[in-house]
């Protein structure tokens, strides 16, 4: 069975950091996407960063201020956030696609599993 774990998430002032990390187990994605997206409430979900390989894709609201990263024999995907701004509050996913697929890594249907989120609230 395929589980993705958040861990990292919490409350932090304006202009702090916050370390988001994503723990699979039940199989490997090393040769896979992985990547974070976020639900503030009353929104839609929205694309954060993806890492596939060494190659790494960032939402326009978070370009500069946050970087994706990932520990294959860990099989675990980090998201460092510097720089929060209150608008970052929502809960974040972890995702990670389970197959091949022409999908682009930005949209939530190019994968298969998610994680059950973890809030990350930025005090203004």
């Known amino acids: 069975q395929v589980q993705l774990v958040e861990s990292g998430g919490g409350l932090v002032q304006a202009g702090g950091s916050l370390r988001l990390s994503c723990a699979a187990s039940?199989?490997?994605?090393?040769?896979?996407?992985m990547g974070w997206f976020r639900q503030a409430p009353g929104k839609e979900r929205e694309f954060v960063a993806a890492?596939?390989?060494?190659?790494?894709i960032y939402g326009d609201s978070v370009k500069g201020r946050f970087t994706i990263s990932r520990d294959n024999a860990k099989n675990t995907v980090f998201l460092q956030m510097n720089s929060l701004k209150a608008e970052d509050t929502a809960v974040y996913y972890c995702?990670?696609?389970?197959?091949?697929?022409?999908?682009?890594?930005?949209?939530?249907?190019?994968?298969?599993?998610w994680g059950q989120g973890t809030q990350v609230t930025v005090s203004s």
């Open positions: 995702a990670a696609q389970g197959h091949v697929t022409m999908s682009p890594m930005f949209v939530a249907s190019a994968y298969d599993y």
């Open positions: 039940g199989r490997t994605f090393s040769a896979y996407a």
């Open positions: 890492i596939k390989w060494s190659a790494d």
